[in-house]
Each structure stands twice: as C-alpha cells, then as structure tokens.
C-alpha cells in the first residue's frame, strides 16, 4: 500500500474543557452518592422488613453507580483522586449534588415521593445519557438504567399504595410532594457546564428532557389521587446544588458519612 | 506457534475459571453467571480476566475477583490482572439453560427473559415464576428486592413457602 498513513485509529478524546467533564460528571455521581447515604439511613428502620431490604438495596445499587461515576470524574480530572478521595475529602462546597437529594428523610412518604421525583429523573437521564458519545459515561449509563428502572417501579408503585391509600397516607404524601415539588426546578436548569456537554456530544439537552420527565411524574400522581402544586420549580439556575450551594442539611450528612474515613486516613476494612 | 500455544493457555485458563464460583450463589461459576468476559494472554504470558459487575453496587464483585486471582495462582499461573467492564451490560439472559437449571435445582427459580419495558413500567408484567420445590406457577411476587441484589422475594400459593427468584435484568 502506498500513499499518505493512516490517521491514528484512536478516538481523540472529546473536545471539552476537562473541568466540565469533570463537573458533569461529579453532578451525576454526587447525586447518586448523597442519595444512596440519604436512602440508607433507613437500613434498620424500614416500616416493615421487605421496606428495609428494598431500600437497603436501592441505597447499594445508587452508591455502586456513584463508585463508577466518581471514579470515571476522578480519571477525568487527572490529579490522582480516586472515587474515595472524592467522596470522603472534598468539603461541602465541593460537593456538585441537587438539594433534591440531601434533604433529610423525613418519614416514608417523604422518602418514597423524593425517591420517585428522582427516580423519574433518574430514568429520563440515564437513557439520554446511553446515546452519548462518550463510550464509558454510555456504558455506565445503559447499566444504571437497569437498575433505575425497577426503582421508579418501587418508588411509584407506593406513590398509587399511599396516594390512593387511607386518608393518613394521602395527608403524608401529599404532604411531602407539596414540599419537594421547589426542589425540582433544579434538575431541568441548565447552565454553561450542561451546555458544554451537550455541544460535545456528551450530554443531552436538559431543558428538553423536562416535558418528559413531567409527563411520567403527573401520570402516576394523578393516578395516586395526588395533586402537583401550582406554583412553578424555582430555577436554582447559578445558585443551586450543582454549584456548590446546599441547604444546610448537606453538611451535616457529610459530617456522619466522612467521619470514619477522616479519622482514619488509608485505613483499610 | 506462539499463537497455538497462547490458545493453548487460554483453554486452561477458561477451565481454572470455571472452578471459580460465585460467592452468593455458589452453584454457578463465575463464567456460568456471565461475570468473566474475557481472558487474554500476552506474548510474554501476563494474563488479563476482564470482568463486569452483575449489580453496581454488588458488593461481590470483590471478592469475586481475589477469587480469580488466587484460583489462578494456584492453578500456577501468578499475577493474574483483573480487568473491568461495563459494556455490555450484564444481563441475566447470558446465563445458559443448564445454569439455570443449576439454579432451581439449589432452590432460587431462576430468571426469565429479560425485558427492557417502558421508561417507568408500574406493576411487574411478566409471567410469574415457577415455584423451585413444587414446580406450580401458583406464585407470587412479594418484594422484587431480597437477600442480595440479584433476587427477588417470592411466595407460592401451593406448597405455602416464600422462595427465591433471580431477577431478570
């Protein structure tokens, strides 16, 4: 064969600044993280003992899926942090999370309407996500989806049993939709880091995902005899979790799930 | 010849790795569960064994892969590295026939064919499982989430015991 060479065979990484990379990726990771911890604070708590394992496994399937998602951030950034530096040494401000996530858990309705609103999302995103062009974050996505599929069928599936169940339940969980509903203009509200993904390639249009999202969400509400409150999300936009802004829950749950870690740096168990 | 012979290890390698089972369901090997997707050997004989986790969170998957380096060891072949994937996802349909008969016969009915289904897909729609001691298919799903991530609670209507099913992911 004669002519010039071939190009390289390698796929040129992405062209993106690698901290938005590494920003995107800690928002889906932390995520995941906080809500796993958040969810596991129910591991000997459950109301009845198949509650207690259901939401001991969501927790664990959540928290592997921010081991992988940090890890593959901690590789992006390059700077030697592995998925446990990052869960266990950054500080609050650091932390790329929605304040969705970091609330405290409240009682079981509180628990299972932030699992569903997220779990939707989660659904939504994830399958967004396997179409990105970026092969590992696909990969990790397409597997998470399994996993987020027959969680939103746990979390809705009580959304019907508590809505459309005694008047105590539907008081609860209305309750608890009234009080999350602020906390979801968050997830649709993109910003300069969600829009450098999207033009990569890496991510999908946020704001489009939303009517989706809202469709599945007022699907099984309405079913559940719930209502949406009116007013609209607020749009946390610049000064919401994915920035480093949290309620003042968040550092206080990072507090008890840093602690060990801390105070035992390199330890192995 | 060298390829012949790197085959040739291969093969036995693929073999040690067959003795290797899975912690949680000690019926079925490593490579029976889908979890060893690969086995590669260089030229200077490094082995590489890439695996996928069947959960993201299946705290197995560790000692699953202490399990592969030190049955290789043993099997005098030192140094293994342990490799992971995540595409393709793990899916219980790569677990073979004779596995799952395997499954049932240690008692956890073993997994349907798996469905992809809707984005959000209340109430589970597929056939319900066959009970493992009694064969009736007088069951019920009591809890998709049991004693590991991989099963589900049953219960069946006609011998009256819960039994287990391996979820079909």
């Known amino acids: ?269 | 010849m060298v390829a012949q012979a790197v085959r040739a290890t291969r093969e036995a390698l693929l073999s040690v790795l067959d003795q290797v089972m899975d912690p949680e369901v000690p019926v079925l090997s490593v490579r029976e569960l889908g979890i060893v997707r690969d086995v590669e050997v260089d030229p200077a004989g490094n082995v590489t064994v890439t695996v996928t986790p069947t959960y993201s969170g299946c705290p197995a998957i560790r000692v699953i892969e202490q399990d592969i380096v030190a049955a290789l060891e043993q099997a005098g072949y030192p140094g293994a590295r342990v490799r992971t994937t995540y595409a393709p996802a793990w899916t219980t349909d790569w677990i073979a026939p004779e596995a799952k008969a395997k499954l049932k016969a240690y008692g956890i009915a073993p997994p349907g064919r798996a469905e992809s289904g809707e984005l959000v897909q209340l109430f589970r729609r597929r056939a319900t499982a066959q009970c493992p001691y009694c064969d009736s298919y007088e069951t019920e799903l009591r809890s998709e989430f049991g004693s590991t991530a991989c099963k589900s609670v049953c219960w069946c209507r006609a011998c009256r015991q819960p039994f287990e099913e391996f979820k079909a992911i």
Request: proline share 5%.
């Open chain 1, 1 to 269: 064969m004669s002519g010039p060479a071939a190009p390289p065979s390698v796929v040129p990484a992405p062209a993106v600044p690698t901290n938005a990379l590494v920003e995107y990726l800690l928002r889906l990771g932390d995520d995941r993280l906080v809500l796993g911890h958040r969810v596991s604070e129910w591991c000997g708590h459950g109301p009845i003992l198949e509650e207690d394992i259901a939401l001991s496994n969501v927790s664990l399937d959540l928290l592997g899926q921010a081991t992988m998602l940090l890890r593959l951030a901690g590789d992006a950034e390059g700077r030697g942090r592995d998925e446990d530096a990052l869960a266990y040494f950054r500080e609050v401000v650091e932390f790329r999370n929605c304040q969705l996530v970091e609330l405290p858990k409240g009682d079981f309705a509180f628990t299972i309407a932030r699992q569903f609103l997220f779990d939707v999302y989660a659904v939504v995103m994830l399958d967004a996500l396997t179409g990105s062009i970026h092969g590992e974050l696909a990969a990790i996505a397409a597997k998470s989806l399994k996993e987020a599929k027959y969680h939103v069928r746990h979390s809705g599936e009580w959304m019907l049993r508590l809505g459309d169940g005694t008047d105590e339940s539907h008081r609860r969980v209305q309750k608890a939709i009234d009080d999350l509903w602020r906390f979801t203009g968050e997830l649709f509200a993109p910003d300069d880091v969600d829009r450098a993904m999207q033009a990569a390639g890496i991510g999908p249009d946020l704001a489009a995902l939303r009517p989706t999202w809202e469709s599945l969400v007022r699907d099984v509400v309405s079913r559940a005899t719930l209502t949406i409150p009116n007013d609209l999300p607020r749009v946390a936009s610049t000064r919401g979790g994915r920035t480093g802004s949290h309620t003042e829950y968040l550092g206080h749950m990072l507090a008890e799930m840093q602690i060990i870690a801390r105070s035992h740096p390199g330890a192995s168990w």
